[in-house]
């Protein structure tokens, strides 16, 4: 079983940006796809971003595509998610996954282990 441990979020403001790192332990995350979800209050859990295994292939939400990046680096065991140019709507508790395959996913059920989770948010 992997552990997974968030950095902390924050408040910002609107078109801020912050960086969100997520460490693995227990075990290597390098074989795996891991990915970014969130969940807004009154919401349920929407996936945010993907890396695949290798970090060669990512995908993202529509509502992020441009704004967040995901980044992977398997030597320390860990992945990011940088976020740009932040909206109010991105106002959310952001969790970290580990998938139990290499390939990207945006499918919750794929993943199998999730961090507690870190609250991110953004002021107008």
């Known amino acids: 079983q ?6 902390e ?17 227990g075990r290597t995350v390098s074989g795996y796809a891991m990915g970014w979800f969130r969940q807004a209050p009154g919401k349920e859990r929407d996936f945010v971003a993907t890396i695949s295994a290798s ?7 529509d ?21 740009n140019s932040l909206k109010v709507e991105d106002t959310a508790v952001y969790y ?11 499918r919750s059920a794929d993943y199998y282990s999730w961090g507690q989770g870190t609250q991110v948010t953004v002021s107008s």
């Open 63 to 83: 509502s992020v595509k441009g704004r967040f990046t995901i980044s992977r680096d398997n030597a320390k065991n860990s992945v990011y998610l940088q976020m």
């Open 55 to 61: 970090g060669s292939n990512s995908y993202y939400a």
């Open 9 to 25: 979020g924050g408040l910002v403001q609107a078109g801020d940006s912050l960086r969100l790192s997520c460490a693995a332990s």
């Open 96 to 106: 970290c996954a580990a998938s139990r395959g290499r390939l990207a996913s945006s």
């Open 2 to 7: 992997v552990q997974l441990v968030e950095s």
